[in-house]
């Protein structure tokens, strides 16, 4: 008897299938006559803002501004902030724009420069996924960090960074007899040999600014070059950032390729401060820039435009940057001093911005990824 | 009322028919056929110049691209080698990324069988306390996400991990397996040789041990009555977990970069790429040969499946006692156990550990992270418990679906009519079309929807997700079953159709009591499927309460491994607790 009760379930699942499709009309000329925006979540009078981001950032196991933000956003406006991190993170919405779709999303908040370019280069007839923001509406625009300005449209306002670096353990580097590396050089030496993990830049925004950081140093001529050395000398490219991290927590290399913020983390759970060192090579810091983008189809371009502004306030920044464990993207925000030291800054910060990377950036990793892997 | 009750019976079968076409339509043929299409389609045209410059690429085809171009290559690539002191000619040549994928799957094939029979030996010819436990547990490495399996190789079998403190504690020097080739066919063998035990153990369970026993009393010494009895009568079992193995291996991605890095990279690696620079057609054309390489090998196998029909059990042999005096049986059986511990257990066990392990020691604070979450998590983050609930309620309907599903073309599969294996091969292709393209078509197709007379049609949620489990996962229920119901005498079949019962009845009465064994070990793999699956859960699941276990897991990941891996071992209880249930339920039933 059970084994027919299998088979009515079946069949009450398939129907549960068609229950679970929905349709609706869509416009003959684009979208004009169907709303675009929020789809959800509206209710009467009060204005919904639906707000696209990475996952980190509403929903990280250690910390992230997300519920903080949304609930002093909606203090101070008559709206409901949505927050949406879907998987793919920009990717996402490109997609939808190139398949015709509505992006039904407001605004996109940690927008990296790698992002916008790819976003203007996959669309067709310059089309822009994202429209520019009158910097006269921003109250604390004049305060924006110069070199985390990345876009020449102006589409995009920084929101926050964070430097690439590398972390290591100095618990085991003193087995070696050795002291932290500080320049690309000593990477390839024997006193560094199988020594460093590296999150794949195939799949991973860290190792990508990583290898945009390499060609910095090396040039496009040398990079290659570079690599060579660095991966005959035993280092290692790992399916991504989480793996990689995983790896160096793990003791399997005395060195990884992560962020300057890593000992905010370990102060957080009280780890050994020298298996937490951060090492900026020859002095520098590769910036990882995050900004805030309006959607260019939201129908809601004020509401968008007072959240930028809401989020780049000295006290919004200075208690966000804590929250994301980031560095604020004004120069106006007052973190703690105890966070200050946490968080080293380098001599130089090094970043590509948007005419550097533009067109660049799948020759570079297409060229990089050949070499690497070629069997 | 019989005769409305005939006539019910009668439309079952085809109905059920239909309905697997337009699920497997909707939620695989139709979704992966738009992303794959552009394999093919360059600007509306069609055209095969894609397919042909990735063939002509050495830096995919290897030594097999070149000699297109020079044929030469064939004979001066060949270089002297040396083992000790003999030299001796032998071909450098350059694999290829396909080549190089399709040769660790091999390795990892062998690795899974070597240590995968041994293991169907003890659960089938033995008796222990625990054995139907730890039969039913077989499949939980299945459900382990890759990440986490990374973590506890990389505890077990890292430069600190247990084995190296072990051989240096007695003296014995290190082995560094990490970032090496053998690390990543060992973790293949980690999912895949409990799935080729279970199979293999299935099948074993059901020789007659009458067949044995006259080859022994004509004389046979037992082992030549197991090399030429009971061995072939084990064999398609064997290689069904072999071609599901290698298949699986030749998919692989996200373990070996994470165990052996980008300097291993399999083909899968090459699609996830190009999905990631959004060159679909370069992902499809990759996916395509992909595709059409497993399949065409599915193909192959399936020929052969149709030539073996052993007759069925009926009198299995008695189990021999595993605790007793030792005799070279028992002892090598030990020292699988031994190896079993080592490869199995540890990475589990060291998982379990790091979830109970911060900086100062033991802690409780990883689950303490996961009651906080369950108790104050905000709408838009993950709650353990959701997580858990959906996990369970996804696993229950894709076995509800892919349970008939399997069983239905399994059916189709074992008759005699023309195209049987065509549509067999066809009915394999879920596993054979790469994870991130069917996540891809899922997105475009069902989740941005389609246009159909004026209206955009979506799927998303929770149903959409039990179908797409269900639509992975039922290819396992066919190739447990298909065997197995090959080796049904046709006579009594086709009595009973005479007799006047529909074909339904006849499967239900005759046919799937006699291989009941084969659907529920299809069923546990087929829940291992739906708990485990990552790719398209994350993309229908995408912004709504709909996610599972291994999304919660993906999104604990941080700077600690802690909470990941704490919930890590939350998976790993709920999951071998149902197995367990799926066990029990299924045991006695049907034979």
């Known amino acids: 008897m059970k084994r027919r009760a299998y088979l009515r379930t079946a069949g009450v699942g398939a129907a549960a299938l068609i229950a679970g499709c929905s349709a609706e009309p869509t416009g003959e000329d684009g979208s004009t006559d169907t709303p675009t925006g929020t789809t959800t979540g509206t209710t009467e009078g009060t204005p919904t803002l639906r707000v696209g981001t990475y996952t980190s950032f509403i929903d990280a196991p250690s910390t992230s501004p997300g519920a903080w933000v949304k609930e002093q956003f909606e203090a101070e406006h008559d709206a409901t902030l949505e927050w949406f991190a879907p998987d793919g993170g920009i990717d996402y919405f490109l997609q939808r724009r190139n398949q015709g779709v509505t992006v039904d999303t407001d605004l996109y908040a940690g927008l990296t420069p790698e992002n916008m370019v790819r976003a203007d280069d996959n669309l067709q007839n310059g089309d822009s996924l994202f429209d520019s923001v009158d910097t006269g509406n921003i109250d604390n625009a004049d305060h924006l960090i110069d070199e985390y300005q990345f876009d020449p449209q102006g589409r995009a306002l920084p929101?926050?960074?964070?430097?690439?670096?590398?972390?290591?353990?100095?618990?085991?580097?003193?087995?070696?007899?050795?002291?932290?590396?500080?320049?690309?050089?000593?990477?390839?030496?024997?006193?560094?040999?199988?020594?460093?993990?590296?999150?794949?830049?195939?799949?991973?925004?860290?190792?990508?600014?990583?290898?945009?950081?390499?060609?910095?140093?090396?040039?496009?001529?040398?990079?290659?070059?570079?690599?060579?050395?660095?991966?005959?000398?035993?280092?290692?490219?790992?399916?991504?950032?989480?793996?990689?991290?995983?790896?160096?927590?793990?003791?399997?290399?005395?060195?990884?390729?992560?962020?300057?913020?890593?000992?905010?983390?370990?102060?957080?759970?009280?780890?050994?401060?020298?298996?937490?060192?951060?090492?900026?090579?020859?002095?520098?810091?590769?910036?990882?820039?995050?900004?805030?983008?309006?959607?260019?189809?939201?129908?809601?371009?004020?509401?968008?435009?007072?959240?930028?502004?809401?989020?780049?306030?000295?006290?919004?920044?200075?208690?966000?940057?804590?929250?994301?464990?980031?560095?604020?993207?004004?120069?106006?925000?007052?973190?703690?001093?105890?966070?200050?030291?946490?968080?080293?800054?380098p001599e130089t910060v090094v970043s590509f911005d948007y005419d550097r990377l533009s067109g660049n950036v799948d020759d570079w990793l297409g060229e990089w990824s050949r070499q690497v892997a070629e069997q | 009322m019989t005769a409305i009750r005939r006539r019910l019976e009668a439309a079952t079968l085809p109905v059920a028919a239909l309905s697997t076409l337009a699920l497997l339509t909707l939620l695989f043929y139709y979704p992966v056929g738009r992303v794959l299409s552009e394999a093919i389609l360059r600007e509306g045209r069609l055209t095969l110049e894609p397919l042909r410059s990735v063939l002509a690429d050495p830096f995919f085809f290897g030594v097999l691209a070149q000699a297109a171009e020079d044929p030469s290559v064939l004979w001066t690539a060949i270089e002297p080698h040396r083992i000790g002191p003999i030299t001796y000619p032998f071909p450098n040549y350059k694999l290829g990324l396909f080549g190089f994928t399709a040769y660790q799957a091999l390795l990892s094939t062998i690795a899974s069988i070597a240590l995968g029979l041994p293991g169907a030996y003890v659960l089938a010819r033995f008796e222990f306390p625990g054995r139907k436990t730890i039969r039913s547990l077989t499949a939980v490495p299945f459900v382990m996400p890759s990440i986490m399996v990374a973590i506890g190789f990389i505890a077990t079998f890292g430069r600190n991990g247990v084995l190296n403190t072990a051989l240096t504690a007695v003296g014995l020097p290190r082995i560094e397996l990490l970032y090496t080739l053998p690390i990543i066919v060992l973790a293949h063998a980690f999912y895949d040789a409990p799935l080729i035990a279970r199979v293999t153990a299935t099948a074993w369970e059901s020789v007659d041990a009458g067949t044995a026993e006259t080859a022994r009393s004509l004389g046979a010494s037992p082992r030549r009555a197991f090399v030429d009895v009971v061995f072939p009568q084990l064999l398609p079992a064997i290689l069904t977990g072999a071609l599901l193995t290698f298949i699986f291996s030749f998919m692989s991605f996200a373990i070996v970069l994470a165990l052996g890095g980008l300097r291993l990279a399999t083909v899968e690696v090459w699609v996830y790429h190009r999905v990631n620079q959004l060159d679909y057609g370069g992902a499809s054309t990759l996916v395509t040969l992909e595709m059409l390489f497993s399949l065409v090998l599915t193909y192959a196998y399936l020929q052969y499946e149709a030539r073996q029909r052993a007759e069925s059990a009926a009198r299995p042999a008695p189990r021999k006692p595993l605790f007793g005096p030792l005799n070279t049986d028992r002892v090598a059986v030990w020292a699988y156990v031994a190896v079993a511990l080592v490869v199995f257990v540890t990475p589990m066990a060291s998982m379990l550990l790091a979830s109970v392990t911060g900086p100062n020691g033991f802690t409780l604070a990883n689950y303490e992270f996961l009651v906080s979450r369950q108790l104050s998590a905000e709408a838009f983050q993950i709650k353990p418990l959701t997580a858990i609930s959906n996990s369970l309620l996804y696993g229950a309907g894709s076995l509800a679906i892919a349970v008939p599903m399997g069983v239905l073309l399994a059916v189709v599969s074992t008759r005699d009519v023309p195209g049987s294996k065509l549509i067999d091969t066809l009915s394999m292709a879920p596993?054979?079309?790469?994870?991130?393209?069917?996540?891809?078509?899922?997105?475009?197709?069902?989740?941005?929807?389609?246009?159909?007379?004026?209206?955009?049609?979506?799927?998303?949620?929770?149903?959409?997700?039990?179908?797409?489990?269900?639509?992975?996962?039922?290819?396992?229920?066919?190739?447990?079953?298909?065997?197995?119901?090959?080796?049904?005498?046709?006579?009594?079949?086709?009595?009973?159709?005479?007799?006047?019962?529909?074909?339904?009845?006849?499967?239900?009465?005759?046919?799937?009591?006699?291989?009941?064994?084969?659907?529920?070990?299809?069923?546990?793999?087929?829940?291992?499927?739906?708990?485990?699956?990552?790719?398209?859960?994350?993309?229908?699941?995408?912004?709504?309460?709909?996610?599972?276990?291994?999304?919660?897991?993906?999104r604990f990941i941080g700077r600690r491994l802690g909470p990941a891996t704490a919930m890590g071992c939350v998976l790993l209880v709920v999951t071998a607790a149902s197995f367990l249930v799926i066990d029990r339920l299924g045991e006695g039933r049907g034979m």
């Open chain 2, 431 to 554: 596993f054979a079309v790469s994870g991130v393209v069917v996540g891809l078509g899922l997105l475009q197709g069902l989740v941005f929807g389609t246009t159909v007379f004026g209206y955009r049609f979506t799927v998303t949620g929770a149903v959409a997700v039990v179908a797409a489990h269900a639509v992975g996962a039922y290819p396992f229920v066919t190739r447990n079953v298909a065997p197995l119901l090959a080796t049904i005498d046709r006579s009594v079949v086709e009595s009973a159709r005479t007799l006047g019962a529909s074909r339904f009845r006849v499967l239900l009465d005759i046919e799937l009591p006699q291989v009941f064994a084969g659907v529920v070990a299809g069923a546990a793999f087929a829940f291992a499927i739906s708990i485990g699956e990552f790719d398209s859960t994350v993309i229908l699941a995408s912004g709504s309460s709909a996610y599972t276990m291994p999304v919660a897991i993906e």
């Open chain 1, 159 to 345: 929101m926050g960074a964070a430097y690439i670096s590398l972390v290591y353990n100095q618990n085991m580097l003193d087995e070696r007899g050795v002291s932290g590396p500080e320049t690309f050089e000593d990477l390839t030496t024997e006193e560094y040999r199988d020594a460093l993990l590296i999150p794949n830049p195939q799949n991973s925004e860290t190792g990508l600014e990583f290898l945009f950081w390499t060609i910095n140093e090396y040039g496009e001529d040398g990079y290659l070059d570079y690599w060579q050395r660095l991966l005959d000398n035993g280092a290692r490219i790992l399916e991504g950032w989480g793996a990689a991290y995983g790896a160096y927590s793990e003791g399997e290399a005395p060195a990884v390729v992560s962020y300057s913020t890593d000992q905010v983390f370990a102060d957080m759970s009280d780890a050994d401060m020298a298996e937490h060192q951060i090492g900026f090579l020859n002095g520098e810091g590769y910036a990882y820039l995050e900004a805030m983008a309006r959607f260019s189809d939201t129908d809601k371009p004020d509401l968008a435009e007072s959240f930028i502004s809401f989020m780049l306030r000295p006290e919004i920044q200075a208690e966000v940057a804590q929250r994301n464990v980031a560095l604020p993207a004004v120069d106006n925000a007052e973190l703690p001093e105890k966070f200050d030291e946490l968080t080293p800054e």
